[in-house]
Structures are given as C-alpha cells and as structure tokens.
C-alpha cells in the first residue's frame, strides 16, 4: 500500500480552529461498514443511536502541560516538547533547536536538564535536577498545553483540551474522539443502558507522528505505555461473551484493546507498551465499533479507521462530509464506524 492512497482533499476552512461551546453538539456521521450508507446526526443523540447493552471502552489519559521553554548557558532560547517518561527524572523530548549530549537546558523556578542521549529518531533523553513528584510539580507550573500545530491561536480554557474524564496524567496530546462527550451525555447513555469502562494509554508522538515512507509497510510506529487493569478486562470479556458490541471511542482504545489480547481471543490485564500500527488488512479481534474525529491525510489515524471501515468507504465518507462541510480534526465533528 501507498502512503497516497490515503490522500484526500480538505479545504482548509474546514479545520476547527476551536471547540464549541457545548461539546456533545457537534455534528456527527453515522457509517455502516457493511453497506456503506451514511446518516447525518449529532452527537447528544448517541444514546439513541447505540444499542442498549453495548459498551463504551474510552481513554481516561489526560494532558499534561509539555511545553517548556528555557534557555541555554550561552542565552539562546530553547522550546522542549516532553513526549515520553522514561525514569523519573527523565523524558525524551523533541527540542527546538537540536541539542548536543552534554548540554544543559535551564527553565524557570530553577528547574534544568542536561541532554544525556540522542535517539535515532533526533529525540534527546533530558535528565532534570528533580524527580518524581517534585519534576511533575514543576512541569505543571511552568508548562504549556500542547496543541496541535493546525490550531493557529492559543485556547481561552485549557481544559477545552481534556476530556470529562481525563483522570491519568501523561499524553501529549489528546485522546480526541473522548473530547464529545459531556458530563449529562454520559449519564444519559448509562439511562439507555449503554455500560461505560475506562483504560489508560499516554498519546505520544507514535500516534500522529507523520508517515513519511512512500511505502506504508516502512512506516515505525513509536512505542506508547498504556494500562488496562483487572476489572475492566473482565467487563469487555463478558460483554464479548454475552454477544454484546465494544464500541472504542478513538483510535487509541483500539490499538490497546487489539494489543491485549491473547491466542484465545481474551482480553488480558496489562500494563505494557504498544507500537501496533493497524492498517487495511488487519483483522479486528476485539472492536466492534468506533467513535472517532476526521484524521489528518496520509496519517497512521485515517489508515487504521480505513483499516476498520474500508479504505473506499471511509475516503467516500470523508468526501460526503466535506461536501456537507464538516469541521475535521481536534475541535471538529465525529464519526460512528459500526
């Protein structure tokens, strides 16, 4: 498969450039993967759209503020992208401008890190002065809310970039399709009987890295940590058994759920890290459904839900919702893959 193949055209007014006001008001497309029929809704409809018995699987990871800015020894000023704890006083980081092994970074309050490796992928490993608890305070303090680079302007309420709830601190970026659902949208799908469980995978720059390969089958998809506990392994278990959908809400429930699973086609606990890279051809064990934003062209995203729905039928999707001009990417609209 080609990186082109997953092209598309988007006219550039059609990129949110901020959320609405109310967040389960956003339009929301209705594809069946089977027949390729479409239906327009919105999105506070979705109790009345699933089906009673299924059950929601959706990231509970949270963003943190992973933006730093400081300076070199010599004055020059230095932007940090935090994308990955490895110990607790360290985290690869993309820097701007590219940074020497040896050399020091100081930010404000006195916090500093010193570059202590280079991956191949131009990633320094930034050892700080602090650890644990005391390192995650000062990030907090002194850090930026990432955003993507498509969103000109800054966010009036960084919390417009966290889901309900987000509860687990790590991503760099957020588990966007989760950013729909409201406070009241989630009690009314308990009403109608729709279950809702919760597991944790840190975005990082794996999922929205670009594909740079002309060739998909080159692509290297980045490592990300994630957790699913005990508890809600058994709940997709016996949802499965019982015949019932697993609906993910966004592409990085799937790439959890069809990593943890065994050769029996058991969801297992884990708490592990996964690099799976699903595209079309991949066989889905665990998924049913999904709930997901408009993705990026070209992008490992657009190719696992063309994985899921098929490559035409997704691609004539998004050429319907464009016609119909929906808002595409973070602040934009949804879709419903079943």
Known sequence: ?????????????????????????????????????????????????????????????RVIPARLF???????????????RCQPDSWLALTHPGLRVGQCVHFSDGLEATVEGIEADGQRTLRFNRTSANLDAAIHHIGVMPIPPYVKNPLERP?????VYAREDGSIAAPTAGLHFSEDL???????????????LHVGVGTFRPVKTD?????????????LTPAVADKINQAKAEGRRIVAVGTTVVRTLETAIDAMGKVIPSEDETSLFIVPGYAFRVVDALITNFHLPKSTLVMLVAAFAGRERLLAAYEEAVAHRYRFYSFGDAMLIE
């Not at 209705?30 to 919105?42: I, M, Q």
């Not at 060739?215 to 957790?227: L, P, Y």
Request: aromatic residues 8%.
């Open 215 to 227: 060739d998909v089958a080159h692509h290297q998809m980045h490592a990300e940590w994630f957790r």
């Open 159 to 163: 919390e417009d970039y966290q889901t």
């Open 1 to 61: 498969m080609r990186t082109a193949d997953f092209d598309y055209f988007l006219p550039p007014d059609l990129i949110a450039q901020k959320p609405l006001t109310s967040r389960d008001q956003c339009r929301l497309l209705v594809l069946n993967r089977l027949s390729g029929t479409t239906d327009h809704r919105r999105f506070d409809e979705l109790p009345r759209i699933l089906r009673p018995g299924d059950l929601l699987v959706l990231n509970d990871s």
């Open 186 to 200: 989630l009690a009314e799908l308990t009403r109608h009987g729709i279950e809702q469980t919760f597991l944790t």
């Open 70 to 84: 400081g300076q070199k020894p010599s004055g020059g000023h230095v932007e940090v992208l935090l994308t990955r």
